[in-house]
């Protein structure tokens, strides 16, 4: 065994330990998960701001303010995490009909008079300078959404506030473990179910989805974190580093209305869609996993998928290694840009796939043997069990 490669030896004993399928059960021997951590990965964990730091202090100071019905200012920094925190915030008192005001400040937000509720990159202060109030909750191991989302819960959280929450765990670079793995699953269920329009416009322009519907049978795409990362996050990102701050409060109104349609929408999504972000995704865990064609089924790449997702920073998305494989056709697409080959196994095709990257070049014939390496995921055209290559060997 080569040290960079990865072969299970105790994968039937975890399959029926843990009564998971075999790619999944090579991902936990991989990995070193015990049952009891492998458990505690999928526990579904409630918001409790008593866990946050201050959290009590900030909780209390801002009910009595809630109970009073006391105007809050917002003030924030461009941050997307904080976006998201605001607008989360935002609904929640304008639900329970608290009055408040959003501005953009650069500095001296602590010259400002009243209740200040001050969102920066990784901390939500609550600040009153005539009361001597000000109470800072430190974003720690949890996203800024996730603590919103917390806050929000007392209070009772609607359906889009964890759509929103979803989507600003995924703006931040703290792990997505716990309380906003937990987050983001909620949410990202609510986005499959309700199909927001803010989030459709940007996820998926009607080019893209006419296409979809052509190849696939299916007008939208999945709520996956890299996918809500690729068409979301980094397009946003992008958005606010190159516009000024102001657009901070466009981007504030769009998100606000979640059903809203009518043409200034349509158009800023539609325009928010056009964004090319050239952004890194997080790493996938590059000790590949030896499997065969054969494990690889549209089954079990879902059950890996439900398991483990959402990836990111403390969880990798996890990499394979396939010995020999045959190439039963082969196919290029997007002016030879894209290499797709096919795979016969007794349950079906399986897929892998290649774009603009220096293998998606190499020469190759119907016969040919060769290892792959790469991270498997369910072709949105296809619908088949798929391999991202990433590294090639022909035999």
């Not at 974003?139 to 819960?153: M, N, R």
């Not at 483990?308 to 290029?332: C, H, Q, W």
């Not at 060769?370 to 391999?387: N, V």
């Amino acid at each position: 065994m080569k040290q960079t490669e990865f072969v299970c030896t105790k994968t039937p004993a975890i399959e029926k330990e843990f009564e998971v399928g075999t790619i999944l059960a090579q991902v936990l021997e991989a990995r070193s998960f015990t049952k009891e951590a492998f458990e505690k990965l999928g526990q579904d964990y409630d918001f409790d701001a008593s866990m946050i730091d201050h959290g009590e202090d900030f909780l209390k100071t801002f009910q009595s303010k809630i109970e009073n019905k006391e105007k809050f200012l917002f003030v924030a920094d461009t941050a997307l995490d904080s976006l998201f925190s605001v607008l989360i915030f935002i609904r929640l008192l304008a639900k329970i009909k608290i009055p408040f005001e959003v501005k953009y400040i650069h500095k001296d937000e602590y010259m400002l008079r009243g209740n200040i509720l001050i969102f920066r990159d990784h901390s939500i202060s609550l600040f009153n300078r005539s009361e001597d109030i000000n109470i800072t909750i430190n974003e720690g191991p949890l996203a800024l959404s996730t603590i919103a989302c917390s806050i929000a819960s007392l209070y009772g959280l609607e359906k889009y506030s964890l759509a929103l929450g979803a989507i600003g765990v995924l703006c931040s670079t703290t792990p997505l473990l716990k309380q906003n793995r937990t987050l983001f699953i909620r949410g990202r269920e609510i986005l499959e179910e309700e199909r927001y329009f803010t989030f459709e416009r940007i996820m998926i322009t009607k080019e893209k989805r006419n296409n979809m519907l052509l190849y696939g049978g299916d007008g939208h795409v999945s709520y996956s974190a890299p996918m809500v990362r690729s068409r979301v996050v980094y397009p946003l990102e992008t958005y606010v580093e190159k516009n000024p701050e102001i657009h901070w409060n466009r981007l504030l109104q769009y998100f606000l209305n979640p059903k809203k349609q009518g043409g200034t929408y349509q158009k800023f999504g539609e325009a928010l869609s056009t964004i090319k972000a050239d952004h890194e995704e997080p790493q996938n865990d590059y000790t590949p996993i030896v499997t065969t064609l054969e494990d690889i089924t549209k089954d079990a790449i879902k059950e890996m998928e439900k398991a483990l997702e959402p990836y990111g920073v403390g969880n990798l998305r996890p990499f394979f290694k396939i010995k020999d494989a045959e190439i039963e056709s082969i196919r290029k697409f997007d002016m030879s840009r894209g290499l797709e080959l096919s795979f016969r196994t007794s349950h079906g095709l399986v897929k892998a796939t290649a774009y603009d990257v220096p293998i998606a070049h190499t020469k190759l014939k119907k016969g040919d043997h060769l290892d792959i390496e790469g991270s498997l995921y369910i072709s949105s055209f296809s619908g088949l069990p798929t391999i991202k290559m990433e590294d090639i060997a022909v035999k």
